[in-house]
């Protein structure tokens, strides 16, 4: 295998090292932004004077040919240590000496730095992307469920009436906040290290601010031996990354339950659902199992990259090279799930009558009648031990508290009237409860509106 650093040695390398080596298998898939950095280096190599204006037209014409023929599947990469070594190598087996200047005041250190924080600053937009359309998702879907009345659990027990439309705005919201850390690590991450060289920068006139424009940084980082040895931006995409699969997780983990026989609350379109190989009446929403199984992957995957960091001395170490398989599976597994997620949540169906008539049993509306008692006067305790030896007596007769005449009440407190069946309706609970973030139709339509505010700053802020 031809490799950048001959002349040093007298021997062949041996075909194990090589292969223990190698990176091209995986890091040929910054080939574009390789080309990128060299396209943004050459340029301005030239305008400080460093090579000529000639060698410059060589080098482009060269590189956007390499470009070209890769992407239309013309030139295989194969046959060299990385991306970096296969692009120079092409680059001077196409246009001769001119490709070899290309390597002037840089280093593959370098290279590497700028590939792989070019290719994680596009796979965050995407990211950010997907999750303003699964918001955009929750908060159509929850327009039209502010009055879909279902149990809302505690350690998985009916515990107090919601809608869907609150509960796909409490995922709302932590997507929100997912969005945010996308944005905030990606305003860190982004400087451009090009121009660090090995680690030490370099003698010659370069001029990082000119590169930095080209490629589109915010500034050039401040420091060589930072610039080549930093990944801890790798760290928090991945950490952003991991508590965004725990929320789709959680969601994925909501909907098996739901779409089971015992809830029945909402069925996946045939599309995005599964069967048995042996039970013909059996569908499945493996879809869910999987995302909720790939969370598992993408905290292994973070977990690799914490550790392949951790005990390394300043500046590059190979080790840095064991980053991308991890960092590029999380990357993908991210993205492959919102992709899944989001059509999925579309063409569900929600079983409206089935969550009403699970919202009904399950005495969820307890805490309404102790509150009843409460406002005719009764101190909060008192009514809520009353309320508690009501549910008893009514579990004992398999009734539920609306199912009791008003003799039954009666036995229990002088206080309830007529009124009590009003108050005890789910409606009203729902209704009734509109504290800032509750479930009330009315405080659910504030909720999505804020979201959708957000959602139409992000498209401006886009646009611009
Ligand atoms: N392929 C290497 C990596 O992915 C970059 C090359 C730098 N290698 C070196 N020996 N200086 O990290």
Known sequence: MAKLWTGRFSKETDVLLDQLNASLPFDSRLYAQDIQGSLAHAKMLARQKIISNDDLLKIENGLKSILNDIEQGKLVMEGAEDIHSFVEQELTR???????????????????????????????????????????????????????????????????????????????????????????????????????????????????????????????????????????????????????????????????????????????????????SIMPQKKNPDVCELIRGKTGRVYGDLLTLFTMQKGLCLAYNKDMQEDKEAFFDLLDTVIHSLQVMIPMLQTAKFYKENMHQAALGGYINATDCADYLTRKGMPFRDAYKITGEMVSYAIDRKKSLNDLDLDEFHRFSSLFEEDIYQALDLITCVTKRNSLGGPSPDEVKRQIQNLELFLKECEIHESI
């Open 94 to 276: 196409r246009i001769g000496d001119p490709g070899k200047k290309l390597h002037t005041a840089r280093s593959r250190n370098d290279q590497v730095a700028v590939d792989l924080r070019l290719y994680t600053k596009e796979n965050v937009k995407i990211i950010q992307k997907l999750i303003g359309s699964l918001i955009q998702t929750l908060c159509e879907s929850a327009k039209m469920h502010t009055e879909t009345i279902m149990p809302g659990y505690t350690h998985l027990q009916r515990a107090q009436p919601v809608t869907l439309a609150h509960v796909w705005m409490a995922y709302g919201n932590m997507f929100h906040r997912d969005y945010k850390r996308f944005e905030n690590a990606y305003d860190r991450m982004n400087e451009m290290p090009l121009g660090s060289g090995a680690l030490a920068g370099t003698t010659y006139p370069i001029d990082r601010y000119f590169t930095c424009r080209e490629l589109g940084f915010e500034k050039p980082c401040d420091n060589s031996i930072d610039g080549v040895s930093d990944r801890d931006y790798c760290l928090e995409i991945g950490s952003a990354s991991s508590i965004l699969m725990m929320h789709l997780s959680r969601m994925c983990e909501e909907m098996i339950l739901w779409c089971s026989f015992e809830f029945g609350f909402m069925e996946l379109d045939d599309a995005f659902s599964t069967g048995s």
